[in-house]
C-alpha cells in the first residue's frame, strides 16, 4: 500500500539534525518561486509508470533522508517549463536589457554567452536541460533548443560558457570562479537552481514553524521509485498553494518539483527528470575548447568594459554601495521585503519619454492602482510573486496577495 503520512506536522524542518537544518529566511517564498520562476520548471507531460508499492515513511524521515543525502555523481535530462501568467517576455527583455546588453560602449565587451543574462531565458516556457555533475567541482548544465545549445560548465576553477547559436564563448577562472554564495561551487550563476534538488532545498528553509508537512504516497519518476512529499503554507495569504517533491526512495535525491499557486490550475514551477543516472559522468562532459572562430570574452574584460556596471544599474537597490538591506515584515511564506528605490525613484509617468512604449504597456498589463494609508501606488501581479511600488519609492515584495501587500504598506 502507498504510504500516506496523514499527521500533519508544523514546523518539521526545525528537527532536523543540527549541522543540516538551514533557517528560513524571507527570501525562501522568493527563492522557491520567484527564482524557480527566473529559472527553471517543468511541464506536467513526465512519464510517470505507476504508484510503486514503498515501505511507509513519514515525512520527518524523509525531510532527513533529503538532508543525508550525498549523492554528488548524476547525470541526466531535466524538463522545465514556468507559468508565472504574464504577457511574453521576448520583446520586454529587449526593451528593458538593450542598455545592459551594449554595456555601456556598443556592447565591445560583451557576450551572448554571458550566463548572467543568457539564463534569464527560462524565465518562461517549456525548455529541456541535460545537467551532469561529479562532485563540487565539476558541474555541466545544457539548455537545449531546437537549432541551438547553450552550455555552461564548472571544471575546478574554470567556468565556460558557449552559445552555439552566435558561437560566443564566456569564460571566467581564478579562485572562486563558479561559486555561488556561502562557498557552494556550481555552474550555474547566483540564484538559479538547476536541479529538482535545489529547489527543492530552498522550499524545505520555509517549512520552519508556518508549514504543513505530509507524505501522500509514491510516483514513478524517471524510472525511479519515489515517494511525494508535499509542503502547505499554513498561514493565509500566501500565493502558494503547495509544494510536492519527489524524493528518490532510494537515495534521498528530489527528482521532481512541482509548485501549485494557491488560486489553483496549471502549476507554476514543475521541475523534474526525465532520465537519471547516479553513475560517474565521463570526464568529457566538463571538458572544452573554444571551437575555431568563436569569439571568446574573459569575465575580467567584460567587467572592464563596463558590463558589471549595467547590470549593477538594473538591480541597484540590491548592489550599490551603502544601500540599505530590506527590512523583512512578517514571517514564514507570508515574509514581505521592503525597500526603498535608488533615490526614492517611482514608475515613470505615461508622458515619460525614457521608457519604450513597449515596456510602459506591459507594466500597465500587470499593474493594479491601488491606495490607502500608505498613499498610491501600483501592484505588479504575477501568479507566485507580487510586488507593491508606491508613488513615493517604496517597494514591497514578495509570495503574497495584493491585499496582503496593501496591508504591509499600510502598516509600515
Known amino acids: 500500500m502507498a504510504p500516506n503520512d496523514s499527521a500533519e506536522t508544523n514546523g518539521t524542518a526545525a528537527r532536523r539534525p543540527a549541522g543540516r537544518r538551514k533557517a528560513a529566511r524571507y527570501i525562501v517564498p ?10 527553471i520548471g517543468l511541464v506536467p507531460a513526465l512519464a510517470s509508470s505507476g504508484d510503486p508499492d514503498l515501505p511507509k515513511t513519514t515525512a520527518q524521515e524523509l525531510i532527513e533522508k533529503i538532508a543525508a543525502s550525498d549523492t554528488e555523481q548524476f547525470s541526466g535530462t531535466v524538463k522545465i517549463s514556468t507559468d508565472l501568467g504574464i504577457p511574453s517576455m521576448g520583446g520586454l527583455a529587449g526593451s528593458f536589457l538593450s542598455g545592459a546588453a551594449e554595456g555601456g560602449d556598443g556592447g565591445k565587451d560583451t557576450s551572448s554567452a554571458d550566463p548572467q543574462s543568457k539564463l534569464t531565458e527560462l524565465a518562461s516556457g517549456t525548455h529541456t536541460l541535460r545537467v551532469a555533475a561529479d562532485g563540487p567541482d565539476k558541474q555541466r548544465l545544457s539548455v537545449l533548443d531546437k537549432a541551438s545549445e547553450y552550455s555552461l560548465i564548472h571544471n575546478g576553477d574554470e567556468v565556460w560558457a558557449y552559445d552555439s547559436g552566435s558561437n560566443a564563448v564566456y569564460h571566467a577562472d581564478g579562485k572562486g570562479a563558479g561559486k555561488a554564495p556561502h562557498g557552494k561551487d556550481r555552474a550555474a550563476p547566483e540564484g538559479v537552481p538547476s536541479t529538482p534538488k535545489e529547489l527543492a532545498e530552498e522550499a524545505l528553509k520555509a517549512a520552519d514553524g508556518t508549514t504543513s508537512v505530509t507524505v501522500d504516497g509514491t510516483a514513478r519518476i524517471a524510472g525511479r521509485d519515489a515517494y511525494r512529499l508535499v509542503l502547505k503554507p499554513e498561514q493565509k495569504g500566501s500565493t502558494i498553494g503547495s509544494v510536492t517533491i519527489a524524493v528518490d526512495a532510494e537515495n534521498g535525491v528530489p527528482l521532481k518539483f512541482t509548485l501549485q499557486p494557491s488560486s489553483g490550475g496549471k502549476a507554476v ?10 553513475g560517474k559522468p565521463a570526464a568529457s562532459s566538463f571538458a572544452f575548447t573554444p571551437p575555431k572562430g568563436a569569439k571568446v570574452t574573459e569575465a575580467d574584460d567584460a567587467e572592464a568594459g563596463g558590463h558589471e556596471k549595467a547590470r549593477g544599474d538594473l538591480g541597484e537597490f540590491k548592489d550599490a554601495e551603502g544601500a540599505a538591506a530590506p527590512k523583512i515584515i512578517g514571517t514564514g511564506w507570508n515574509s514581505i521585503a521592503e525597500f526603498k528605490t535608488p533615490g526614492g525613484a517611482a514608475l515613470p509617468s505615461e508622458a515619460s519619454k525614457d521608457v519604450p512604449a513597449e515596456a510602459r504597456q506591459f507594466l500597465d498589463a500587470l499593474g493594479d492602482k491601488v491606495s490607502g494609508k500608505f498613499g498610491s501606488g501600483t501592484v505588479f501581479k504575477t501568479r507566485l510573486i507580487n510586488a507593491l511600488m508606491t508613488d ?6 514578495g509570495a503574497v496577495t495584493k491585499d496582503a501587500l496593501v496591508a504591509a504598506a499600510n502598516a509600515g
Do not use: I, L
Not at 513615493?392 to 515584495?397: I, L, S
Open 269 to 278: 514551477v514543475d521541475a523534474g527528470f526525465t532520465s537519471v543516472d547516479f
Open 30 to 39: 522568493v527563492a522557491v518561486a520567484g527564482v524557480a520562476a527566473a529559472t
Open 392 to 397: 513615493d519609492g517604496r517597494v514591497y515584495v
